[in-house]
């Protein structure tokens, strides 16, 4: 991320060992030496095949650990959200997706800051992935961590269904990821939502916004110690709350739930209740890796020079 000049330290509150390479959020140590000082170099720990891969932390119980709270923050997360997505709905408020949105970013603020201290607060594939291609996790955490995403996902998803009536259930589909829904008219069911194409773009552009305006805070050693924890973690819940309004504004389109910002949530409420949530499901996938990718092109392209000048 700062080319051959960054030093990845072990995350000392979160107890992390193994490859060195650290959670989301976690400060790594940027040394920068100017042309003068090119005899006085620290030696430099470069990053291999072997980091990278990290196959070490299979057998950590620190990382197995840590995906407990990565699976129970993203089951909390999909019942949350789910039960927002209901509630805003069933209402009949006259702008529902302001009040969804604003309870969104409470929501995943509050739940950013539980799992931070343990997990790093990824609770969410596009964090994980994107973390990956920047280098802050080693490839083997990013597989366990989304892993016990989706697991979360699935969980949270048997726990709304628990608590809901079938009726609710079926009318909103467990407040799970849409493109379209079959309603009926004049002459029979009609399918009304957002096209495959519409909406594979606004999971892209939406998913690379979140990255860019909010996560890369966290990413970013000098803005996460600049501004706190919790600074951070408020941005995050903002700047999501603000694109659930803006997906769900835009199209206005009923049938259309808005972008999913995270594979876990939408996967649970698609395995539980099936049906018409499968239908174009690879967007929520496709888009944010998508958009991941071209984050990761980003912060490499940048001159190293220009995260750190002060």
């Not at 407990?68 to 999909?78: D, P, Q, Y």
């Not at 697991?151 to 259930?169: D, T």
Request: hydrophobic share 50%; net charge neutral.
């Amino acid at each position: 991320m700062a080319g051959n000049n960054v030093e990845f330290s072990g995350d000392v509150e979160n107890g992390y060992g193994g490859n060195r390479i650290q959670p989301f959020a976690s400060t790594p140590k940027v040394r920068f030496c100017r042309p003068e000082e090119g005899d006085q170099k620290k030696q430099q720990h470069p990053i291999t095949l072997k980091t990278i891969l990290g196959f070490e932390e299979i057998c950590s119980v620190d990382v197995w650990r840590a995906s407990v709270a990565e699976l129970l923050g993203t089951a909390a997360l999909v019942f949350a959200l789910d039960t927002i997505v209901i509630s805003s709905i069933q209402t009949e408020t006259k702008t529902p997706n302001l009040v969804m949105s604003t309870l969104v970013a409470i929501i995943i603020t509050i739940l950013l800051l539980a799992t931070f201290p343990i997990s790093g607060g990824h609770i969410n594939p596009i964090v994980s992935f994107s973390a990956v291609l920047t280098g802050l996790i080693s490839i083997t955490r990013a597989v366990i961590y989304i892993l016990a995403q989706c697991v979360g996902g699935i969980v949270g998803a048997l726990a709304l269904k628990a608590v809901v009536s079938s009726r609710i259930e079926q009318t909103f589909s467990l407040g799970g990821c849409t493109l379209n829904v079959v309603a009926p008219g004049p002459d029979g069911p009609v399918v009304i939502g957002l096209e495959t194409g519409q909406a594979l773009w606004l999971e892209i552009i939406c998913s690379f916004i979140f990255l860019f305006a909010s996560v890369w805070m966290a990413f970013d050693g000098r803005q996460a110690k600049a501004l706190g924890r919790v600074t951070i973690c408020i941005i995050i819940g903002i700047v999501l709350g603000l694109l659930v309004f803006v997906s769900t504004t835009v199209t206005a389109q009923k049938g259309y739930a808005g972008a999913g910002l995270n594979p876990a949530r939408c996967l649970g409420p698609a395995l539980i209740r099936g049906g018409h949530l499968w239908d174009g499901h690879w967007v929520f996938w496709v888009g944010p890796a998508i958009a991941c990718v071209a984050f990761g092109l980003y912060t490499k392209v940048i001159p190293s020079q220009h995260f750190h000048s002060y």
